[in-house]
Nanobody, 113 residues
Framework: QVQLVESGGGLVQPGGSLRLSCVGS????????MSWYRQAPGKERELVGV????????NYVDSVKGRFAISRDNGRNKVYLQMNSLKSEDTAVYFC??????WGQGTQVTVSS
């Protein structure tokens, strides 16, 4: 069955960086676009960005453009979210997603001094 497992979250100071990873299994990873979502306390889950299956085209929500970057390694079945210039409002649980149907367990990112 499809499994997505995120890692790499933690506590970081404002202005800092984190790199999240997600490894997928149970499907042909290279055939599918992959997405990152986040859910902040008391807020709805929102799409952060998406990367295409093979040509590395990516799109992002306006609030993270220029700060976040999604990449993937199809040989390792992994997708990454590089987060730079982090702000307190980036604090959330981050999830990777396949086809809007399959979710990982999430990884907590806390941006605080």
């Amino acid at each position: 069955q499809v499994q997505l497992v995120e890692s790499g979250g933690g506590l970081v100071q404002p202005g800092g960086s984190l790199r999240l990873s997600c490894v997928g299994s149970g499907f042909t990873f290279a055939d599918f676009p992959m997405s990152w979502y986040r859910q902040a306390p008391g807020k709805e889950r929102e799409l952060v960005g998406v990367i295409s299956a093979r040509d590395d085209n990516s799109n992002y929500v306006d609030s993270v453009k220029g700060r976040f970057a999604i990449s993937r390694d199809n040989g390792r079945n992994k997708v990454y979210l590089q987060m730079n210039s982090l702000k307190s409002e980036d604090t959330a649980v981050y999830f990777c997603n396949l086809l809007s149907n399959y979710w990982g367990q999430g990884t907590q990112v806390t941006v605080s001094s």
